[in-house]
């Protein structure tokens, strides 16, 4: 790979399809794999990695909202795509271009089945969603025979699936939590499968759940992390491949003399003669100001290079009195070492959301 001139996001295609692989091998040959490419593949690029891993035969693809689900239809998925947190605004869309809405409520069921009607459906593919601890979208348990009965009303719609989310998967301390999300899951498909008369395919699991709790992978499991090369343990992450490295390059270096300041707010001063570099990233490209005043770092030649001052929107300056570097080198921002979820950590926050953070603006680069 030639070195970074500007500031770049390298995708690398064969760590997908390593931790694709990696992620498929925990599972039952019958058991389906839903990739969940939302919010730009995780700060990727949906597009590109919704058609590889469609090449790969992947069943099923996620995304949160519906536009994004159009934007797959765009590039030429044709696999089912499930929207996991549609608005009843855009159902006519949502229909036009084959994406499945996830039903977490009976206001947005009764809308649904009003605007398929309309649209002259029948059978349309919808997917039953229940609250079974995380508290944040689904059905509760005693509006089942609520959700029968409008249900029974009209043959717009047909139930694909059935599914919940896990709240704690990756921590084992609440291991005891997850059972009871687990077990208050089979509970409702059982009373709801058995009033409904036919069987549609069950799901709870994400990346953690996955690879902590075999027991619940029933018909298809939606993995998001995992893909993108993130297992949420030391322990998992040696089987997995972070896909994206970001990398930027040097514009210039300065030499600060004692007493002198830098960056905005002059937020950094110094106290001994030191050497800057300043790199074409910011918090617009998705490094946020927490990484600023010395919590975060870049990795120029190996070495550890501080942010000092503050994050600025296209920039950052780096403290590089200890390395021999120069105007042109190549930086590394995260990749496979260290990894994003090393650089999140030193702004206490998770590799999703540096990962989902780096923005448009920033030259994604596929490696096949
Ligand atoms: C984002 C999301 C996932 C993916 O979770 P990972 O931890 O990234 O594997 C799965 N299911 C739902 C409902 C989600 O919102």
New binding site residues.
Partial sequence: MPKAQETVLEIDLKALQHNFEHLKSKLKASTKF?A?V?AFA?GSDANEIAKYLQNLNVDYF?V?YTNEGIALREAGITQPILV??PQTVNFKALIANCLEP?IYNSKILKEFITIASEEKQTDYPIHI?FNTGLNR?GFSEDEVDNIIAKLNDSKAVKIKSI?S?LAA??DLDEKKFTINQIETFKSITENFTTQLGYKPMLHIC?????LNYPEAHFDMV???????GFG?SEKENQYLKPIATLKTVISQIHTIKKGNSVGYNRAFKSDALLKTATLPIGHADGIGRQYGNGKGFVTIHGQKAPIIGNVCMDMIMVDVTNITCNEGDEVIVFGKNPTAEHLAETANTIS?ELITSISQRVKRIFLE
């Fill in positions: 839903l969940v939302k995780y996620a949160a996991l947190h996830s969603k979208l599914f989310h998967s990756e994400n990346t953690s759940g996955i939606r993995s998001g992390i995992g893909l993108y949420n999703y």
